[in-house]
């Protein structure tokens, strides 16, 4: 008979503990201890459908008045009399702007995943995973700050460079003479605050590529490129599509860095983005807080509700993915 | 047992001879960076053309170039893709090093000017955006934050472990639900927890702006974090710790309180520090929660009171001179807050590694 080690290591010499968690529980205190326990377990499910009821039930009759056009009209006006309320612009301008934080953070982020684990030095990417982490502990008011007073005036010096040499794409086209507040500036402060998850994300999957698939590899005279293209980059997919999307959701949400970078534009920039004109209901949000008439609370309300509607989808499939990529690795 | 047949039969370590540095690619790798960078600095220095179009334009395809050419000759056709990789890698990483090496330096640069005694022991009554900066400071703000922040600690932390014990300890029919609940909750963009404390407390006249407000907002979005990070933690107690006590007789309720979370305590503290490193800097949340104060209110359940990311917003919204530099003050704070918080995880998992 042929004693494998996993056989020794799963059959324990004592018999199967029962788990009491499956069985009612006996004393009192027990009782109470998990009922606490259970009910304090469900408080994110609470807290969940705490949002979208608040959310919608004070933004509801605002919705109901504009109808589908809260969604897709562009107009917002608090007079009173010619009230309306809509957040194309600023939907649409959330979209844009993720999306070019996603263009820049994207390779970024893959390339330096695959850095850390593939090409760095051990005590490179031991630095370099303490970055990141920092990197991921900056808080938004401080990139905010640092993004309005000492990236923009660099940024828009290089969105002019972008404008004066590629200014015959009608991506980079502009106008108006101003480059500052621009979505490409909102992209890039995006980038940084989404470049920390990708990477992590990407670098957790991009280390459980079997070793001995890339030995493989490279023994039959594949160069590390050649590696990483053909076997750990397929292998990864999934997690690193699912730390994009982690991203996305972050992006989407953002609040006050973009508040500081972009100007705020009642009017769809569907394409521009060297232009200063852009949108995002988060900031928003912020911007019209302050001074808002009551109906127009509720309607900042529902502006709210989309955006948790929206970051809520993109996350939830962003953990399906992550979860079944790792998953299938494990099995 | 099981160990050592394993050491035996499958322990040999491959070689990797193509991992191993020889003489040619040091040579390679060298030219490839001193070729570029000597030529960039000759046409910086004796040119007129701007910096920034030199490196675009110039200097990354003159890398690239060279890089290719000098792994041709060491490794042949299959070297190329490899050089393209590792400029790409290395560029990535000069990136962010620069990025975040601005975004460091600028705070401390800028922030150590404004930076006294008076500045973060004094509150902001009497001062207009013109004040000189020996006037007044951060001390109220540096106490809400405590105070906002401590609120969200006692909400959050309780509810945060429940959820990992339930995951871990409790293993009910919900666990699998529990985790996805938590998993959608650390999306809720900060904005909507605040929308939504606003929403449920404020405009239901609970109580006006106040520190218990932005401490729920806060909680909403540190809850999340502790409970994931404690599952994490509680899952490593090993398995025979917990059946030892029960073969023991102890209750369900026992075996967690005072075997389970005793010995997983280093990590829960982790969970908390790293849950508290989370929302320190959250601005967007307590804009609609706690709204801002020049005076120092330490009653949780009344008035607005101020904090360091409401102080830096408001500051920073002003734009003079002077204004800016309260805000570049209150952002080394800020930093400086949340690196000894980055500090005290490293540590506490250094300690940890140690007595292990």
């Known amino acids: 008979m042929t004693v494998t080690s996993s056989t020794l290591e799963t059959k324990s010499s004592y018999p199967e503990p029962r788990y009491f968690g499956r069985e009612k529980s006996r004393t009192t205190s027990d009782k109470i201890f998990s009922g606490t326990v259970i009910v304090s377990a469900l408080s994110s499910l609470f807290i969940l459908t705490g949002i979208l009821v608040y959310l919608s039930t004070n933004s509801l009759p605002i919705i109901i008045d504009q109808g589908i056009s809260f969604i897709t009209g562009s107009n917002w006006s608090n007079i009173e009399g010619e009230e309306s309320f809509q957040i194309w612009p600023m939907l649409y301008g959330s979209l844009f702007n993720s999306i070019i934080a996603l263009v820049i953070a994207v390779p970024i982020s893959v390339f330096l995943a695959l850095f850390i684990v593939f090409l760095a030095p051990k005590a490179i990417s031991k630095v370099l995973v303490v970055i990141i982490d920092v990197l991921a502990a900056i808080p938004s008011g401080i990139i905010g700050l640092w993004g309005f007073l000492v990236f923009t005036p660099v940024a828009a010096n290089w969105g002019e460079l972008l404008n004066q040499y590629l200014g015959f794409i009608p991506v980079f086209a502009n106008d108006q003479g101003q480059f500052a507040r621009s979505p490409f500036i909102a992209g890039w402060i995006l980038a940084i605050m989404i470049i920390p998850i990708i990477t992590v994300v990407s670098r957790e999957v991009l280390s459980q590529t079997p070793q001995e698939l890339i030995d493989a590899s490279r023994g039959l005279g594949g160069s590390l490129s050649g590696a990483i293209r053909m076997v750990a980059l397929p292998y990864a997919r999934g997690g690193i599509i699912g730390g994009v999307m982690l991203g996305l959701g972050r992006a989407l949400g953002e609040t006050i860095a973009v508040f500081f970078v972009l100007n705020l534009i009642f009017d769809v920039n569907y394409f521009e983005i060297l232009i200063p004109e852009g949108g995002n209901i988060a900031s928003m949000i912020v911007a019209k807080f302050g001074e808002a008439t009551p109906n127009e609370i509720n309607a900042l309300l529902g502006a709210g509700l989309v955006l948790f509607i929206m970051t809520l989808i993109v996350n939830l499939i962003a953990n399906v993915i992550v979860k079944r990529s790792t998953r299938e690795r494990l099995s | ?356």
């Open chain 2, 1 to 356: 047992m099981s160990t050592t047949l394993e050491r035996e039969t499958s322990q040999i370590q491959p070689e990797r001879p193509w991992a191993k540095q020889n003489k040619s690619t040091l040579v390679a790798n060298l030219v490839a960076v001193i070729i570029p960078t000597t030529l960039l600095a000759i046409l910086f220095f004796v040119t007129e053309i701007p910096g920034p179009v030199l490196v675009v334009a110039f200097f990354f395809p003159v890398q690239l170039l060279t890089a290719g050419v000098t792994t041709f000759f060491d490794r042949g056709k299959r070297g190329l893709g490899d050089a393209v990789l590792s400029v790409a890698c290395v560029t990535s990483f000069g990136l962010v090093l620069a990025l975040l090496g601005s975004v460091v330096f600028s705070v401390i640069a800028r922030g150590l000017n404004t930076l006294s005694f008076s500045f973060i022991s004094q509150n902001n009554i009497y001062i207009s955006p013109t004040t000189e900066l020996s006037y007044g400071g951060v001390g109220h703000a540096i106490l809400g934050t405590f105070l906002v922040v401590f609120i969200a600690l006692v909400i959050a932390v309780p509810l945060g472990i429940a959820s990992a014990i339930y995951i871990t300890d409790i293993r009910g029919r919900a666990a699998g639900f529990v985790r996805f609940m938590v998993q959608a909750m650390s999306g809720v963009p900060s904005i909507v927890a605040g929308l939504f404390i606003f929403a449920a407390v404020i405009l239901t006249d609970v109580v006006g702006f106040s520190a218990i407000a932005g401490g729920l907002a806060y909680a909403i979005l540190m809850l999340p974090t502790v409970a994931r990070t404690a599952e994490e933690v509680l899952k490593l107690v090993p398995k025979e710790v917990r059946d030892a006590a029960v073969a023991l007789g102890s209750s369900r309720a026992r075996v967690t309180l005072m075997i389970v979370i005793p010995t997983a305590k280093t990590g829960l503290i982790t969970a908390v520090v790293l849950g508290v490193a989370r929302v320190v800097g959250e601005t967007a949340p307590l804009l609609l929660t706690t709204a801002n104060a020049n005076n120092t209110n330490l009653n949780p359940f009344s008035n607005p009171v101020a904090t360091i990311p409401v102080y830096i917003f408001q500051f920073l919204a002003s734009g003079y001179e002077t204004s800016l530099n309260r805000a570049w003050g209150a952002a080394l704070v800020l930093l400086l807050i949340v690196s000894i918080l980055f500090a005290l995880t490293r540590l506490i998992s250094r300690k940890k590694r140690e007595k292990q």
